[in-house]
Nanobody, 124 residues
Framework: VQLQAFGGGLVQAGGSLRLSCAAS????????MGWFRQAPGKEREFVAT????????AYADSVKGRFTISRDNAKNTLYLQMNSLKPEDTAIYYC??????????????????WGQGTLVTVSS
């Protein structure tokens, strides 16, 4: 499966962005998917994850209440709605899919396919 993330850009603090991750090559409707991010000079970190039905989600504490992960299985697409953005949200955002397990995972190594990333820059 190939994943392509898009929707990043430059936004002022307090603003919003919606990231999308389009999957191709095979359907990802049966798999857990997630978003991770990597800020300049830092390691990649977990942001959010969602089950294949969309009924269960989990978030990093740093984004809880501001970000919403969702998916449209008919479109084979994953989303991340980001509100009340802060300068510390500046990072490259990656989408990923876990084609093995069926439970939510915050652990990077459990995801087997990754998109190329989209840059989000939040100005103060």
């Amino acid at each position: 499966v190939q994943l392509q993330a898009f929707g990043g850009g430059l936004v002022q603090a307090g603003g919003s962005l919606r990231l999308s991750c389009a999957a191709s090559g095979r359907s990802v409707s049966m798999y857990v998917m997630g978003w991770f991010r990597q800020a300049p000079g830092k390691e990649r970190e977990f942001v959010a994850t969602i089950t294949w039905t969309g009924s269960s989600t989990a978030y990093a504490d740093s984004v809880k209440g501001r970000f919403t992960i969702s998916r449209d299985n008919a479109k084979n697409t994953l989303y991340l709605q980001m509100n009340s953005l802060k300068p510390e949200d500046t990072a490259i955002y990656y989408c990923a899919v876990d084609q093995v397990r069926r439970t939510l995972s915050t652990r990077e190594f459990e995801y087997d396919s990754w998109g190329q990333g989209t840059l989000v820059t939040v100005s103060s």
